[in-house]
């Protein structure tokens, strides 16, 4: 040390060096103090603002499609103009400072007496916290609505500005885009992408949009969404932010809604301080839903609508086609029906209060979702019960004349009167059936066992029962039971009644499609079956999709098959015979076998409020394929009012059966 210290005392460039470094060390220390202590609540409080938010992305939906893969629901991309409000921040600043009141102070110095005495300058008025609050969200507006307002002149189109939602948006989810105007239609995005500038901060969005394409078709079987952006089960539960999302009320949409959604992803988005997005990043894609593959027909569906639509404007009704041997269901209407597209996009003026409307009731699947008293469409098991316990259907039973009206018949149950529409005279199982006469069935239905009999039949095709279909839409009707009958309380003109199809019985149109079906295939009762198959999305075409299994047999009719022949020529001649009441149902080169109802509706207080009518048939008579039934509520007659319908349809589905290769029933059969 003693040898250097001459040297650094005589060499001013290291000393300089050395002050240059210890004066670079002293500032770097500064710098470090100035960070760590003095600011440290700066730092600290922009920490704590800084956060991860979690947002839940819904996935695409699964479609929903008829036997031919024609689209009954979609999900397509809706675009979203929208304002990322982290872009705007400066903007805010901006016009906060242009809003914030200013004063005029005018100030004597030294040096400008020597010019002129005094100066003039501006000063920001001192606020209090709530004025600033209140600035702030009026210098947020403006420049929003300003934006809007230049993206209303791009567009042509006037978009409507709410400052309320602004403000919620604002509050609750500022890392997410402001939706400005959704659904844009495909010449607003071709302006938008045109435009060369667009106002700071817009944007266009993508999102996933259900859609029905053929509006009210087939409504009530596909159903509608409601939105709902809950977690589902699998999924994690505590999220930031949800996008929109949905879920299935009521039809497929509700029974098969687990494989329809899919699984949704997860994305994390850092926000800043003040709450606006820094950055995001996906750390769980989303997997689209699967798509389900129904038995319905769209031509045939569409064919029935049609074909009911012709009783009236606001006809209130149902129609459901089945095959006779696999247990599909090619067509189930029922009338009036809601567009499901309004419980997305909403409603038009006037369409909720229809949908509310207690007399139409469009929200109601006629279907399987209310019984009705099933009329003379009970007739064809009465007369099986009858010949199961030995009737002679070329036996003849003679109806009296009602005093009251000469031209038609009556029967009497004890002191009561059961007025008949057929006319007086001699009736074999034929002609009764034909002319559906209520003397005829009522006799038959008194006599020994056929009661029993009856039951048992009802009880075989589980009428009174449901189904357990996936839609949310089901009742399962009314059908006495053995203990019912056998009940003291039991009287014979319960048994008169129920002879007739009215009185402690109800059903619905897709029961008596299955009981049609069932009489037309040789006695088996088969389980409708709404979907085919379900099929992976096309982004793994890999899996098998998943199949039911068709023909399913819940049960057998304990029946002798000539006795179904004889039914079948009896029910041949309801639309063949000149006076059959079912002639109208009746198509040329495709013979259709068929009976008509018509059943008084009664109230709570037992008055009469109307009629249901029906009409149940297959066809073709040689070799059954399909099964029908036609129910129209406050209708004229069975025969006036259903028959025409089913012509309609059996003709659709004499041509479907022209241009299809014909699927063999053996394949069904044991």
Not at 54 to 65: F, H, N, Q
Not at 156 to 181: N, S
Not at 483 to 503: E, K, M, P, Y
Request: glycine share 8%; with cysteine.
């Amino acid at each position: 040390m003693q040898i250097l210290d001459p040297i650094l005392r005589e060499d001013q460039s290291l000393r300089w060096l050395t002050r240059g470094m210890l004066t670079g060390l002293g500032v770097l220390l500064a710098g470090l103090w100035w960070g760590q202590i003095a600011s440290r609540h700066t730092y600290q409080s922009q920490l704590e603002g800084q956060a991860i938010r979690t947002v839940r992305v819904p996935a695409v939906r699964g479609k929903i499609l008829d036997r031919h893969g024609v689209v009954l629901a979609d999900s397509r991309p809706a675009f979203t103009l929208s304002l990322y409000l982290e872009e705007l921040s400066r903007e805010f600043r901006a016009e906060y400072q242009r809003l914030r009141p200013v004063r005029v102070v005018r100030r004597n110095v030294a040096w400008a007496g020597w010019v002129g005495g005094s100066s003039v300058v501006t000063q920001s008025v001192r606020l209090s916290r709530d004025q600033i609050e209140l600035l702030e969200w009026q210098a947020r507006t403006r420049v929003v609505s300003n934006a809007i307002h230049q993206l209303s002149g791009i567009l042509h189109h006037e978009i409507p500005f709410d400052a309320e939602r602004f403000r919620r948006h604002f509050l609750t989810q500022r890392a997410l885009p402001f939706p400005v105007l959704m659904n844009l239609r495909a010449d607003q995005v071709a302006r938008l992408a045109e435009y060369p500038m667009l106002p700071p901060g817009a944007d266009l969005d993508v999102q996933s949009l259900r859609v029905y394409p053929y509006q009210a078709t087939a409504a009530h079987l596909v159903g509608y969404l409601t939105r709902d952006d809950r977690s589902w089960e699998g999924e994690d539960a505590d999220y930031s932010y949800r996008m929109p999302d949905f879920r299935g009320v009521v039809g497929i949409e509700a029974g098969y809604d687990a494989v329809l959604r899919g699984r949704a992803g997860a994305k994390s988005v850092l926000v800043n301080h003040l709450g606006y997005k820094q950055a995001e990043q996906v750390w769980n894609p989303t997997e689209p839903g699967w798509h389900v593959v129904l038995t319905l027909d769209l031509r045939i569906q569409q064919a029935a609508e049609q074909a009911l639509l012709r009783v009236g404007a606001n006809v209130r009704g149902a129609v459901v086609v089945m095959d006779v041997h696999s247990g599909d269901v090619l067509a189930m209407v029922s009338l009036p029906a809601p567009n499901p597209n309004h419980f997305i996009s909403g409603f038009p003026p006037g369409e909720y209060r229809r949908l509310m409307d207690e007399t139409l009731r469009p929200q109601i699947n006629r279907a399987t979702q209310e019984h009705y008293p099933p009329g003379s469409i009970l007739k064809p098991l009465v007369a099986l019960a009858a010949l199961e316990c030995g009737l002679d259907p070329a036996s003849r039973f003679t109806v009296m004349p009602d005093p009251a009206r000469p031209d038609r018949g009556c029967i009497y149950v004890g002191n009561r009167k059961i007025r008949d529409t057929a006319p007086p005279g001699d009736y074999d199982l034929r002609r009764a059936l034909l002319r559906s006469s209520n003397s005829y069935f009522v006799h038959w239905g008194l006599r020994p066992g056929v009661l029993e009999r009856l039951i048992q039949l009802g009880q075989q095709l589980h009428l009174g029962q449901p189904f357990g279909l996936p839609t949310r839409q089901e009742t399962a009707g009314v059908f006495p039971t053995f203990a019912q009958v056998q009940s003291a309380s039991w009287r014979h003109g319960d048994t008169a009644n129920l002879s007739i199809g009215q009185g402690p019985v109800a059903v619905t149109p897709l029961q008596m499609a299955v009981v049609t079906a069932a009489l037309a295939n040789g006695g088996r009762v088969l389980w409708p079956r709404l979907v085919d198959r379900l099929e992976p999305p096309e982004l793994h075409p890999g899996r098998a999709p998943q199949r039911f299994p068709a023909g399913r047999v819940r049960d057998r009719l304990t029946l002798r098959p000539e006795h179904l022949r004889v039914l079948h020529e009896a029910m041949l001649a309801d639309t063949e015979d000149p006076e059959g009441t079912g002639r109208a149902a009746a198509v040329p080169g495709f013979r259709v076998c068929g009976k008509t109802g018509t059943a008084q509706m009664m109230d709570a207080e037992g008055r009469l409020r109307g009629y249901t009518t029906w009409f149940i048939g297959f066809a073709p008579y040689e070799q059954p394929r399909y099964a029908l039934a036609v129910m129209v509520e406050d209708g004229g007659s069975g025969g006036a009012t259903c028959a025409p319908v089913a012509r309609e349809v059996f003709r659709a589905l004499q041509q479907r059966a022209q241009h299809e290769p014909v699927e063999l029933a053996a394949r069904f059969l044991p």
